[in-house]
């Protein structure tokens, strides 16, 4: 049986509107005429975390590299909120993958931190 389309949209719009998305269709991504359910920033992050954390385990990146990551979004939302510069989707979307590269990257170094310290109090 197929699920109808207009269903599984809205629960996906719901889904994004409590994740804390504003889902602004002026700055958000469409397919097909359906609006994405996160704006065009929250699709950068999401997707940012989704290719960050398996390289992030992979490869041991810096906190503060991943830190600049996460200001380069941080630097276009202020520089868009101040009104000093009018920000794109396209660039919403290159910043949001970088912020979301970066949180990965330090969602896996606190974790590997955490693991690191569980092991040496287990040693002593």
Known sequence: MRKDPYALWLYL???????????????SFFFHGWQFPVCARCTGVLAGQL???????????STLT?????????????LQYSWVK?????????TGLLGGFGLAVIY?????????KIKMGAKT
């Open 51 to 61: 290719v960050g954390i398996p390289i992030a385990i992979k490869k041991n990146i």
């Open 13 to 27: 719009m719901k889904l994004g509107a409590s994740a804390g998305c504003h889902q602004r269709p002026d700055r």
């Open 66 to 78: 991943a830190v600049l990551c996460c200001e380069t979004t941080m630097l276009d939302w202020s």
């Open 108 to 116: 896996v170094n606190i974790i590997r931190f955490v693991i690191k």
């Open 86 to 94: 009018k920000s794109t989707n396209k660039r919403r979307l290159v």
